[in-house]
Structures are given as C-alpha cells and as structure tokens.
C-alpha cells in the first residue's frame, strides 16, 4: 500500500453529554479517539489510503474499535494484546472547560512493540505518520517510534511527525529532549507555539526548521497557521466557525495538509484544506466523527464565501 502509514494507542471514548459537573452529566456516548487512528480516518475520508497499526485488547472496546476504523475504510493492523483497551472520559466543566481522564497506564497499547511494525509496510509508505504520544506510553512504544522512523528515512521515505505534547503522560523536562531528537529525524514536522518551545528557542518556525525538517507547520489554532515548506513561508487564517468540540482540531488539520500532499497539492493548497478540516472538525463532539469528507470541506468553503 503506498499512501500515509501510521501507528498508535487508540482508545474508548466516553463523553458527557451537556455542560456543567461530571455526576450530572444526563447521558454518555462512547466512541473512539486516537491522535493517530483520527488522522488515518482523517486521511481516509478525503480519499487517500491509510494504514494504522495498534494494539488493542481483546475486549468490546478493542473490537469497536476494529471496526470503527476499517469501516471508515483504514488499512487497521490490529494487534490483540493480553491486558485491556485504554479509556477516556471526557465533559465539558463549563463552555470553555473541556475535562479529560485518560485510563491507559499498562494498556495493550501502551504495549506497542518495535516487531509490531513490519519492515516492508514502512518501506511501501508514501508517509510515515508519527506523534511526540507514542514515545511517551513506554519504553517499548518509544522504540518502536524511533525504529520505524529510521527504517523509514533509510528507505527514502518521508518521515512526518506532530508533537502533540501531553502533559499528563510526562513532564516537560522529560519530553523536551525526546521530542527534539524525534523532530531531528523528521521531514515534517507539525507543532503549537508552545509545543515548539519545549525544545526550541526564538520563533518557533525557525526553530523547528533548524532542526531539519523541510516542512514545518505551525498550527495556532483561532489564529491560523504559518508554515516554512522548501524555504518559501505561508500563512493562512483561520476559518471563523462556532466550536462545539475543540477535542481533534490538531489531528483533522494534519489529516487535510497530509491527504493534500499524498494527492500532489501545492504547499498553499494543504495549508488551505489543512486548515478548512480543523474548522469542520471542531463543529462536531467527539475525537474524529467531524473529520470531513471533500464533499464537506467544499460545502464549508462554500458557506464561508457566502458570509464575507
């Protein structure tokens, strides 16, 4: 299969409904969320080949996740492992307060192994797709991350990765020099101001390009995106829309640039579908059910032309 190759922990997801505390939430919803299973679905919706690859349990959620993920037409690599799926459960405190628990300490995928990643599915990519997540989940999962990306880059194949900093999985003390070895070894790299300043100092584009990726995407949410693509510079605004959901913005925008650049796209042109993907995703709850289709990302565009 040559088009994006990614892999990752995806897990359940359980979402309150309304605003306001945990205990009086009035019904829950369950799905699915993954940073790097949402930009495969992301990729796959706007009809280029994906491949993810993840351990999961061999329970329901493991199973749902099977499903969810070759139903929206992914190449899914699903490992079953011994121990269990990891869970998050999300609310929303206030209207801007968005609350996350993540159950994921000794998860099946968390338990990502180097071997799980064959050797030849990364030498067929068009991409290699990773985020700063993965390395932080276990010392396994770390060396699978690094392991792919140089057989990756020996075999010429483009190595992109988006830094996704967590907080909660490890400090910044600890992630900064990961993260910076991680983006040393990228083609593309995809980062926030304030991910970019856990390794890099002065402007982050800059910054990031020294490091030596060729395409460095900085996405800044409300305000939009610059980027330094092959030395030119690019900034594009941010689409106005009502949020609902802000959960998956960063990994809709990476599936649009990444979908963009699979089909041959000019650098302007991914930044535009990159950033029209973070505006639709971030209209729907959950982590990857507002992915857009082109069928949406053209309507969108289209109500946009009718407002100005």
Known sequence: MSGLLTFGETMGLVSADGIGPFEHARGFGFGIGGAESNVAIGVARLGLPARWIGRVGSDATGDLIARRLRAEGVDAVVIRDSSFTGLMVKHRRTGALLHVDYHRAGSAGSRLAPSDIPVDALRSAAIVHVTGITPALSDSARSAVFQAVETARAAGVPVSVDVNYRAKLWSRFDAGPVLRDLVSRADLVFAGPDEAALFVDGPPLDGLAALGPVEVIVKDGARGCTALVDGERHSVKALDVTVVDP????????????????????????????????????????????????????????????TR
């Open 247 to 306: 959960v998956g913005a960063g990994d809709a925008f990476v599936a649009g640039y990444l979908a963009d650049r699979l089909a041959g796209a000019a650098p302007a042109a991914r930044l535009t579908t990159a950033i029209a993907a973070g505006a639709f995703a971030v209209t729907v709850p959950g982590d990857c059910e507002g992915l857009p289709t082109r069928e949406d990302l053209a309507a969108l565009t289209s109500a946009a032309d009718v």
